[in-house]
C-alpha cells in the first residue's frame, strides 16, 4: 500500500536534509493507512482494547530526502500472529522513485495495560488479505 | 529561574538554525523546572487531577540559535491567579548572553476532563515566593 | 487556502491531545502550501536567496485535537509589505468544523546571511490575489 | 559513557509512554556526549568537513519511559574503522536502573556532499582510547 507525504521545513536539519528519526514518523503513518485501508484504524482498535506497542525498529537509509520533496511510503505486512506483526515499509522520492529509506517495525498485542492480548482472528485475515492484494 | 540545555542536531532545520515550533519546546523544559524548584513538579499535580492546558502561547524571535550551543532559558511568572497561569520566557545563548528569543504561555487550570478547577491556595503560594526569589 | 492534514500519534502526549507546539508545524504546513498556490513554493524561494525567518509566532488554544481526526488548516496573508509578511491561521477539525486553534506568525524577508533583502513585488502582488481569490 | 536526561511532556504520546522515534534523539544526545568526552564535538567535525550520515538505525524496546522520569543514556563504540562508526545505546530508567531500550547506529564517513571520505587516525585512535576507558 502507499500514501504520500512531502518533506516539511521542521523534517530537516542543518545538514539539509531528514533527520533520521523522523523516518520512524514516516513509518508511523504507512502503518496507519495501511490498516486504515484494511478496515481497521488503529484508533478504533485501541478503543476496543487493543494495543500495539512497537518492539523493534529498523531501519536502513539509503539516500538523503530533501525539504519539499514529494515521498511515496509503501508499506506492506511481512509477518502476522496472534501475539506479534512486522510491519515493513520502503520510502522512496516519488519524482524518480530513489529507493530513500527502507526498515521495518515489530508490535506486540497487548491491552492498554500492556499484557499480551492476543489479535482477534479477523483482523489477521483482513490484514494479510489487504496485504496480498496491494 | 535558570535552566540550560544544549541545541540538538534534531533541534535544527535546513536553515542551520533552530525551528521555531522547538523554542516552545524550550518553554515547556523552563516550566517544568520552575514548577519542580517550587516542590510541585507537572507530574505530582496531575496526579491530584490538575491540569494546565495552554490556551495561549506567544514567542518573540530576536536571533537564531546554532547547533550545539549551549541556551539559557529562564523562567518567571507573569501573573497568577486561581484560574490562569502566565509564564514568561527569556532565551539567551549562554557564552555571550545574547537575548535569542522571548515569550509567553497562559495555561488553565482544569481536572483531567477539562472542567475548570480552581489552583490549590498553596501552589500560587508557593509559585509566587519561588518567583520572587530568584 | 484550506488544507487538510491528519492527527498522528508523534503529534498526541499523554494528555492524550495535539501537543501545543506541534500547532505551529501545522501553520507551517499552511503557509508552504499557501505559497505554492500563489505560484512560490518556499524552496524555489530559498534557491534565489530569499529566507523568510519567522520573527513572530503566536497560537490560541480553544479545544484540543486527537489522535487520527482529519485536520482543516486556513491559512491567509494579514499583512504585508516590502519587509514583512503576517500570516494568519485556523485550526479546524474537520467533521463538525469546530475551531481548535488559531494565531499568526511573522515573517523577515532576507537573504541567507538574515541581511534584509526586499520582497520582489511581483510576488507581493501574487501572494495577495491569492489571497483575495480565497 | 553515561548521560541522563529526562523526560518531557513532548517525549510522550495518548498512551502515555514516550513516542518510539524519540529514542532515536536520545542515542544522538549519547553519541554527541560521546564524540565530546573524547575531545571532538561532532560540531567541529563537521567545521572540518567531515559529516557522518547514519546509515542504520536498530532499537529494541524492552520497556516504556514515563513522563519526567530521570533516564540514563549510555553509549558505546561496538565498531569502528576508516569507513564506518557504530554506536551502541542502553537506555534506563535511573532510579532503578530498569533496562527499557538498546539499539545501534551506523554511521559512514563522509564529507559534506556525502562524498567517502576516510575518518582521521587521531579521531578513531581518541574514540577507541575512550570506549575502553569507560
Redesign the interface.
Known amino acids: 500500500m502507499k500514501i504520500t507525504t512531502?518533506v516539511?521545513?521542521?523534517d530537516?536539519?542543518?545538514?539539509?536534509?531528514v533527520?533520521?528519526?523522523?523516518y520512524?514518523?514516516w513509518f508511523?503513518?504507512g502503518r496507519?493507512e495501511f490498516m486504515r485501508s484494511a478496515g481497521y484504524?488503529?484508533?478504533e482498535l485501541e478503543k476496543q482494547d487493543y494495543?500495539m506497542?512497537?518492539?523493534?525498529?529498523?531501519?536502513?537509509?539509503h539516500a538523503?530526502a530533501f525539504?519539499?520533496e514529494l515521498i511515496t511510503i509503501e508499506t506492506a505486512i511481512r509477518e502476522i500472529n496472534k501475539y506479534k506483526l512486522t510491519f515493513f515499509y520502503r520510502i522512496y522520492r516519488q519524482t524518480d522513485e530513489k529507493l530513500l529509506a527502507e526498515g521495518h517495525?515489530i508490535h506486540a498485542s497487548t491491552d492498554?495495560h500492556?499484557k499480551v492480548r492476543m489479535l482477534p482472528e479477523s483482523l489477521i485475515n483482513r490484514l494479510q488479505h489487504c496485504n496480498n492484494s496491494k
Do not use: H
Open positions: 512531502r516539511l521545513y521542521k530537516t536539519d542543518r545538514a539539509g536534509v533527520y533520521y528519526a523522523n520512524l514518523i508511523e503513518m496507519a484504524s488503529y484508533d494495543v506497542p512497537v518492539i523493534e525498529s529498523f531501519c536502513k537509509y538523503p525539504y519539499d517495525t492498554s500492556l
